[in-house]
């Protein structure tokens, strides 16, 4: 069965920043893409960086395109996301699953607020 674990989030001020780390279980890990996603109160979820299974391409949301960095570690099972320069409306549940496939974990919860 798979098994998706986020951690790494947390309440952090404006301009700080904060990496989170998703480890995944039940998959082939080092075949498989794997996304970051984001769900705000009141707002649809939304795609926020992907990374293809070697880690060679990267995609990311123009909201966060220059702040953000997702990354993955195959040996781990482990992808990250480095958020930078983080702003209020970074707001969200943050989840990490392998597209096309609809695999959720717990989610991590960031909140950027002063």
């Known amino acids: 069965q798979v098994q998706l674990v986020e951690s790494g989030g947390g309440l952090v001020q404006p301009g700080g920043s904060l990496r989170l780390s998703c480890t995944a279980s039940?998959?082939?890990?080092?075949?498989?893409?794997m996304g970051w996603y984001r769900q705000a109160p009141g707002k649809e979820r939304e795609v926020v960086a992907s990374i293809n299974f070697s880690g060679e391409r990267t995609h990311y949301a123009n909201s966060v395109k220059g702040r953000f960095t997702i990354s993955r570690d195959n040996a781990k099972n482990t992808v990250y996301l480095q958020m930078n320069s983080l702003k209020p409306e970074d707001t969200a549940v943050y989840y990490c699953s392998p597209p096309p496939y609809d695999y959720w974990g717990q989610g991590t919860q960031v909140t950027v607020s002063s």
């Open positions: 039940g998959i082939i890990f080092s075949i498989s893409d």
